[in-house]
């Protein structure tokens, strides 16, 4: 990935109804740039529920970028848990978020600070078609 640009950042608190928010702030921020939102919500979704799920910290942090052929997002809250993929049993009601995001995204990583736990995921930045748009 080149030269980014940031699309939106956004940060609010480490908490389950937060998730939909972030999710809904990624759609509008992408809707401005007119990039197709569906991936990266869903993988939005995952990284912040994982922040509520597993992390630390009051507070949880979505930075939003994009180089004009793919956007990435970012979930940082403050420290703990240990995000990796997981083989879920059938049973499991947890365990699979990353193996979503995986599938989902071209890339993604973890990056652990002495206070924060990164976890971010790049895809395509597909441009909707546009009516009236070439």
């Known amino acids: 990935m080149g030269a980014r640009v940031v699309l939106g950042a956004l940060t609010v608190d480490r908490d389950a109804s937060s998730v939909a928010l972030l999710r809904r702030y990624v759609d509008g921020a992408l809707e401005l740039e007119g990039i197709?939102?569906?991936?990266?919500?869903?993988?939005?979704?995952?990284?912040?529920?994982?922040?509520?799920?597993?992390?630390?910290?009051?507070?949880?942090?979505?930075?939003?970028?994009?180089?004009?052929?793919?956007?990435?997002?970012?979930?940082?809250?403050?420290?703990?848990?240990?995000p990796g993929l997981r083989e879920p049993g059938f049973d499991d009601e947890g365990g699979r978020g990353l193996l979503i995001v995986s599938a989902v995204a071209e890339r993604w990583g973890v990056e652990r600070g002495e206070a924060e736990t990164r976890v971010w995921a790049e895809?395509?930045?597909?441009?909707?078609?546009?009516?009236?748009?070439?």
């Open 36 to 82: 197709d939102a569906e991936d990266v919500q869903l993988i939005t979704s995952e990284l912040g529920t994982n922040a509520v799920t597993h992390g630390a910290g009051e507070r949880m942090m979505l930075l939003l970028t994009g180089d004009g052929e793919r956007v990435r997002v970012e979930v940082t809250d403050g420290g703990g848990g240990d």
């Open 123 to 134: 895809v395509c930045g597909k441009a909707r078609d546009v009516p009236g748009l070439p």
